[in-house]
């Protein structure tokens, strides 16, 4: 998918609008992405706020993936760590968007991800994704190593419970 760019975002209030609505459209589609379902649009918009303010300090970088004028796409990396793990960061909020699922855009977001954390000096990238519907197989095909399954750890969008997985990847200099 070519046409696919990713870039760095910023607060906008149309950028926040487009990353409420696909937060929105992954939580209907039972995506595991910290919320439940049905996520108000308001409750949607107040976490990319304060996700864009977090961002805008430098504990965060979060990444778009743009199809023309369209946001399809989007993930999180997140810096804020102690003094004792600077060398570290995570992923998250890793969405993409319906129609666009299966064509390489949560790939570029991920690579766009692992760039920048190298560029930073990261060497360990850590994530999770839930056990069921999560992105597991993506993240091994990205070189990822699973450090183990987490039972019950979280409520599914529609109800019940589903464990999580932790992987790892080393990076950079440490690869």
Same mark, same amino acid.
């Given at each position: 998918?070519?046409?696919?760019?990713?870039?760095? #975002?910023?607060?906008?209030?149309?950028?926040?609008?487009?990353?409420?609505?696909?937060?929105?459209?992954?939580? $209907?589609?039972?995506? +595991?992405?910290?919320?439940?379902?049905?996520?108000?649009?308001?409750?949607?918009?107040?976490?990319?706020? %304060?996700?864009?303010?977090? $961002? $805008?300090? /430098?504990?965060?970088? *979060? @990444?778009?993936?743009?199809? /023309?004028?369209?946001?399809?796409?989007? *993930?999180? =990396? #997140?810096?804020?760590?102690?003094?004792? %793990?600077?060398?570290?960061?995570e992923?998250?909020?890793?969405?993409?968007? !319906? $129609?666009?699922?299966?064509?390489?855009?949560?790939?570029?977001?991920?690579?766009?991800?692992?760039?920048?954390?190298?560029?930073? /000096?990261?060497? @360990?990238? *850590?994530?999770?994704?839930?056990?069921?519907e999560?992105? +597991?197989?993506?993240?091994?095909k !990205?070189?990822?190593?699973?450090? /183990?399954?987490?039972?019950?750890?979280?409520?599914?969008?529609?109800?019940?419970?589903?464990?999580? =997985?932790?992987?790892?990847?080393?990076?950079?200099?440490?690869?």
């Amino acid at each position: 998918m070519s046409s696919i760019e990713i870039k760095v #975002l910023n607060h906008d209030a149309e950028i926040e609008k487009m990353l409420a609505d696909l937060l929105v459209e992954t939580v $209907a589609a039972g995506g +595991s992405v910290s919320f439940m379902h049905p996520l108000a649009r308001e409750a949607a918009e107040a976490f990319w706020g %304060q996700s864009l303010d977090a $961002a $805008a300090r /430098g504990e965060r970088i *979060v @990444l778009g993936a743009w199809d /023309g004028e369209a946001l399809v796409g989007t *993930v999180t =990396l #997140l810096l804020d760590y102690p003094p004792n %793990q600077p060398h570290r960061a995570e992923i998250a909020k890793l969405m993409t968007r !319906l $129609a666009h699922r299966g064509k390489g855009v949560a790939t570029r977001l991920m690579r766009a991800a692992e760039e920048l954390a190298v560029e930073m /000096g990261r060497t @360990l990238l *850590v994530l999770d994704t839930a056990t069921e519907e999560g992105a +597991s197989r993506l993240y091994e095909k !990205l070189g990822f190593t699973l450090a /183990g399954e987490i039972p019950d750890f979280a409520l599914k969008p529609h109800g019940g419970l589903t464990g999580t =997985l932790i992987y790892w990847k080393r990076i950079g200099e440490r690869r």
